[in-house]
């Protein structure tokens, strides 16, 4: 089971989204949109958001942004600064600043990463760190080099998990 080695806050100016979206319709038969996530990087789909001038001003890595507002949404792509072009086959999300309460969660790679289990045990350790969760938040899942690429002298990686706060 994945450990939170580290519970903070972060401060996310506007920005812009530029992805895919997907919904339940999508989740292959795991339940889990790890088959998209392949699809991306067997077919390039990370190389045109690559060549974007100014990409991944914060963040550090490729994104799983999702939230449930009337129906689920999970995107997969990179942040960028506001009004930045979108390439065509690609969908974008404008997305107002926002304090962002996030957990490092640590474990193997083919570990507890993902999930019901550690989704809960992030909130539960964020609002035990007095910060209030936005009603309908957006989460997030950041894909830093190399906390995440690169297991460390354990044979563990990093995934920041985080969720939009009341502001």
Not at 93 to 122: K, Q, R, S, T
């Amino acid at each position: 089971m994945a450990e939170i080695i580290r519970v903070f806050k972060e401060e996310f100016p506007p920005f812009r989204l530029i992805g895919k979206r997907y919904t339940d319709a999508d989740r292959g038969p795991d339940g889990g949109f790890g088959h998209k996530w392949q699809e991306w990087f067997e077919k390039g789909y990370f190389g045109p958001l690559e060549g974007i001038k100014d990409a991944l001003p914060f963040g550090g890595g490729y994104v799983g942004w999702m939230r449930y507002a009337g129906e689920w949404e999970y995107w997969i792509g990179a942040f960028f600064p506001e009004g930045t072009p979108v390439p065509e086959g690609y969908q974008y999300a404008d997305i107002p600043a926002a304090e962002v309460g996030f957990c490092w969660l640590y474990d193997e790679p083919e570990g507890e990463l993902y999930g019901e289990e550690v989704h809960n045990m992030c909130l539960e350790a964020i609002q035990k760190a007095g910060w209030e969760i936005a009603d309908e938040p957006w989460f997030v899942e950041l894909y830093n080099c190399p906390r995440f690429t690169t297991p460390d002298e354990k044979g563990k990686i990093i995934l920041d998990y985080g969720v939009c706060l009341k502001g």
